[in-house]
């Protein structure tokens, strides 16, 4: 019988996500997210909501929701839960979440904005990168379960538009960033072939599809 690999807490998805190692372009584009994060952080201490398999590069700690994830990273993890943080108030310069939103109901989201903003110090910064609905993702999606490339699909709540991800981070913070990434190329980096890779500059060239928004908010220094 082959092992679990997610499960539902408290209404939020938890699970053991797709090694993105396994798939080149992807790996590669998430290697990009991951710079774009990091270009727009501030230094110092800095926390990442449900990192997944991947803590990213920046990241001091990291906190997951699949208890699993969080001893299989070098990096120090704890499991829990990103809707109620174990870090005292103004203990971070930064936080990270990338990818994770949409496993959360809709109404404990901005629960977990608020509770970025209690452990960030006034002046530090949240960035969120998140899958943004669409046709274009619909069928890309569909046509992948279909084709046998991805197994069970998770996502039950459905990903969050760019007016969504940028509200939400508006509540707490000053928007200093939004905007859209993706290319027609992401059904290519389903594919587990090391010549996806190769895809990488037609990919970076071909930027005018919405399959992510990247959103970064800084908490406002009091006056
Ligand atoms: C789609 S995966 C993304 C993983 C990683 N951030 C990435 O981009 O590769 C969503 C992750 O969110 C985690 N997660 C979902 N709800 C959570 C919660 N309330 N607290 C902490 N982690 C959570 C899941 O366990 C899963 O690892």
Do not use: C
Not at 59 to 73: F, K, Q, Y
Not at 187 to 209: G, K, N, P
Request: aromatic letters at 8%; glycine letters at 8%; a negative charge.
């Amino acid at each position: 019988m082959s092992e679990a690999t997610w499960d539902v807490q408290d209404g939020a998805i938890v699970e053991r996500p797709r090694n993105v190692r396994e798939h080149p372009l992807l790996e590669r584009i998430y290697q990009r997210h991951d710079r774009l994060i990091a270009a727009r952080l501030p230094a110092g201490r800095t926390l990442e909501l449900a990192f997944g398999q991947h803590m990213h590069p920046r990241a001091d700690i990291g906190l997951e929701g699949w208890p699993s994830n969080a001893t299989a990273v070098r990096k120090p993890a704890l499991a829990g839960d990103a809707r109620s943080l174990p870090f005292a108030d103004d203990s971070f310069d930064a936080v990270i979440g990338r990818r994770f939103l949409h496993h959360v109901p809709p109404e404990d989201r901005e629960r977990i904005i608020r509770e970025a903003a209690r452990v960030l110090r006034p002046g530090g910064r949240l960035a969120l990168l998140e899958g943004t609905p669409g046709l274009y993702r619909r069928l890309t999606k569909g046509a992948a379960f279909r084709l046998g490339a991805l197994e069970e699909d998770t996502d039950i709540y459905g990903h969050l538009s760019e007016t969504a991800v940028t509200d939400l981070v508006e509540a707490e913070f000053d928007l200093v960033q939004s905007r859209t990434l993706g290319s027609p190329l992401m059904l290519a980096s389903i594919s587990e072939s090391d010549l996806s890779a190769r895809l990488l500059d037609l990919y970076e060239r071909t930027q005018f599809v919405k399959w992510w928004t990247f959103a970064v908010g800084e908490l406002p220094v009091e006056g």
